[in-house]
C-alpha cells in the first residue's frame, strides 16, 4: 500500500475512535463522572483508574484546592474513574499518536497537494488544541462553557478528519458517488446548507449548557405532558431571567427555529430536484433532518421520563447528544460536498 493508501485508511479509523471518544464524554457526564479524575493528565496522581475512596480522600487531602465541586466528601466509584480514564486514554494514548503518525506519512511520501496538507496540518491543531480544553475543563470542574467549548472542539476535529479523508480522495481521483453533488444546485444551496449547519452547531451548544448547569433539566418543570413538554413549565413562550437556568427553555426555542428551517429546506430541496437525476445533496438534507426530528423527540421524551425515585432516564441524554452531533456532522459533510461540487477549495 502506499502511503496515500495508508492514511486514508488511518483516516477512517481515526473518524471512528472520534467518535467513540465523543461518546465516552457522553457517558461520563450521565454517569456525574466528570470531576472523578481532578487532575489532569495524571488520575489522583496515578495513571490507572482503581483508586479506592481512601486513596482519593488522601489525595484530596495532600490537594486541598482540588476539593470535589460537590463538596469535600463526595467520593467516585471505580466505574465512574474508569469512564474518564478510557476516554483521555483512547484520545492521549491513541488518538493523537495516530494524528502525528498520519501528518507524517503524509508529508513523507509523494507531495499529495495544499489541500491534503493543509487538512493533515488542520488535524493536528485541533487535536493538540482539544487536548488543551480537555485540560482547561478539568481545571475548571466541568463548567458549563468549558464542557460546550470541549464538545464543540471535538466537532470541529471531527470534521477536519473527514475533510482530510475526502482531500485524499479528491487526489487519488476516486470521491465516492454518495458525495458527487451536481454542480448547479450545489451553488444555490451552499449558503444555505451553511446556516443550517451552523443552526444545528448552536442548538447541540445550548444544549450543552442545559446538561451542565446545575437544575436547568428541571427548568421547564417536571409535571408531565403538556406542561413540561412540548409546553415549558406550562407556557409557550416565557421571559428569560437567567440565561444558565433558563437554558433549556432556550434551547427549545432554538430547536423549534431549527425545525421549521431544516423542514422547509426539506421541501424546497425536493421541489428544485424533481426534474434532476443526481438527487445526493437532498439525500443529505433529509438524512439530517430526519436525524434532527427524531432526536427532537428523544428529547421530549427525556424531559418526561422523570420517575418518582426524582430522576431522569439517563441514557437517553447519551443519545440525544450523539443523535445531535451526528446532524451537525451530516450536514457539515453535506455543506464539504457543496463546496467541493463547486470547484473551489
Known sequence: MTDWKVSKSLTTWMLVLTIVVIGLGGLIRIYDAGESCPDWPLCFGTLGFDVSEEEQETWYNNNPSEVDSRGSGHRYTTFQIFTEWLHRFLAGAFLGPLVLLNWYLLKRGEDPGKEVRLASALTVILIIWQGAIGWLTVEMDNLHWSVALHLSSALAFTISMFWLWLTIARAEGKIPNWMRFEQGISKRWRRRVALLSIGAFVSIFSGTFVSTTPGANLGCSVNGMPESWPLCGGNLVGSVDNLFSQ???????????????????????????????????????????????TNASIGGIYVLSWNMEENFFEFLSLIHLMLASLTFLIMMTAWIGCVISTGEE
Do not use: C, D
Open 247 to 293: 437554558s433549556q427553555m432556550i434551547h427549545r426555542w432554538l430547536v423549534g427555529v431549527m425545525m421549521i428551517a431544516m423542514s422547509m429546506a426539506s421541501y424546497f430541496i425536493w421541489e428544485e430536484t424533481k426534474e434532476s437525476s443526481n438527487h445526493v445533496l437532498r439525500n443529505w438534507i433529509w438524512l439530517s433532518t430526519g436525524f434532527f426530528a
